[in-house]
């Protein structure tokens, strides 16, 4: 549908961004500079990239997608944004190319249980690249602990994904961990959030200076 004939009852709608966004908005605003520039990766339905963006008003947020969430994206942000957000640009994380920034913050939500496991380490590469010394990632979703759930209901979540697609599944931080570190990820904090979510932050390590060798 082409997205300037789109209303609102037509756009894609989760309810689950609903009743997260808010939460998610709180953590934002103690972790983010009123000026910060913001990648997401996955943006979905691009609810929370309209609800952050009207919540941090100073904040430069730049939603992104794969391609088939696109029309979506920019229907509603042609509906809702206001003129706040730019257009979403298409970017799934196996692309060579991803928006340059540099950004003080990469943003993903639900993404890393959904997409096939063997790309996540592409997500984390593009992300150290594309943040600035000391920027942060920050992951929002389900995740285990050594091969274990931290609740009944994302065990059963799991289950349900798996059948869905053998390729989808709720990630172990130990995993996520070690894909950090290897671009030199630094895990600061582990935030628990509502519906055993959680919020994995991540500080890209300071690149040193090479500072002239004298003599
Ligand atoms: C469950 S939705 C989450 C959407 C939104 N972030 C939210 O929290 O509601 C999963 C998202 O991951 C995105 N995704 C899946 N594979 C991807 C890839 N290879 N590169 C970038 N995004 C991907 C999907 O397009 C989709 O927007």
């Not at 989760?14 to 990648?39: F, Y």
């Not at 995740?143 to 869905?164: I, Y």
Request: aromatic share 6%; glycine share 8%.
């Amino acid at each position: 549908m082409a997205s300037e004939n789109m209303h609102e009852s037509d756009l894609p709608f989760s309810p689950a961004c609903e009743r997260n966004k808010q939460p998610i908005g709180e953590v934002l605003q103690r972790l983010l500079a009123d000026d910060s520039r913001v990648l997401e990766i996955g943006a979905g339905t691009g609810q929370h990239a309209v609800y952050f963006s009207s919540l941090l008003p100073g904040v430069e947020w730049l939603a992104t997608d794969v391609a088939e969430n696109l029309a979506g994206l920019k229907a509603r942000f042609a509906l809702e944004s206001r003129g706040r957000l730019p257009e979403p640009l298409q970017l799934d994380v196996r692309d060579q190319r991803w928006p340059s920034g540099p950004f003080d913050v990469v943003y993903t939500a639900n993404t890393l249980h959904i997409m096939p496991f063997e790309l996540t380490p592409l997500l984390f590469q593009g992300a150290a690249r594309v943040l600035v010394s000391n920027g942060l990632l920050l992951c929002y979703g389900p995740f285990m602990d050594q091969g274990v759930h931290t609740a009944d209901s994302n065990r059963r979540f799991d289950v349900s994904l798996r059948q869905r697609d053998p390729e989808m599944g709720i990630r172990d931080t130990v995993e996520i961990f070690r894909m950090a570190d290897a671009v030199g990820l630094q895990p600061t904090d582990d935030i628990s959030m509502p519906a055993n979510n959680r919020i994995l932050v991540f500080r890209k390590k300071a690149t040193p200076a090479t500072g002239r060798q004298s003599g």
